[in-house]
Nanobody
Framework: QVQLVESGGGLVQAGGSLRLSCAAS????????MGWFRQAPGKEREFVAA????????YYADSVKGRFTISRDNAKNTVYLRMNSLKPEDTAVYYC?????????????????WGQGTQVTVSS
């Protein structure tokens, strides 16, 4: 069982930055690929970024490539999402998710555990 708790969301002006954190419980974190997803009001949950078990391989949605960076610290059981050059269209609830596999995936169905989400609001 893996429990995930996100933090770091908030209100920021366009062009600003935020860093989201996701703290995981359980002894299997270092063997879980991790992902970040987001869901805006009235829209489906969409993939943002993912990272494999040791941080050696990452993947991003085209909409955030070059602006967002996913990373992980297995000693701290934590995955991060650094978000730069934020845009109003980045406004959403951001969720982290854990996959019971070593390698990343980009679809919600591939992830078994989810956090409760953290709100990110970008004002224009």
């Amino acid at each position: 069982q893996v429990q995930l708790v996100e933090s770091g969301g908030g209100l920021v002006q366009a062009g600003g930055s935020l860093r989201l954190s996701c703290a995981a419980s359980g002894r299997t974190f270092s063997s879980n690929a991790m992902g970040w997803f987001r869901q805006a009001p009235g829209k489906e949950r969409e993939f943002v970024a993912a990272i494999n078990w040791n941080g050696g391989n990452t993947y991003y949605a085209d909409s955030v490539k070059g602006r967002f960076t996913i990373s992980r610290d297995n000693a701290k059981n934590t995955v991060y999402l650094r978000m730069n050059s934020l845009k109003p269209e980045d406004t959403a609830v951001y969720y982290c998710a854990a996959r019971v596999q070593l390698n990343w995936a980009a679809t919600t169905g591939e992830y078994s555990y989810w956090g409760q989400g953290t709100q990110v609001t970008v004002s224009s």
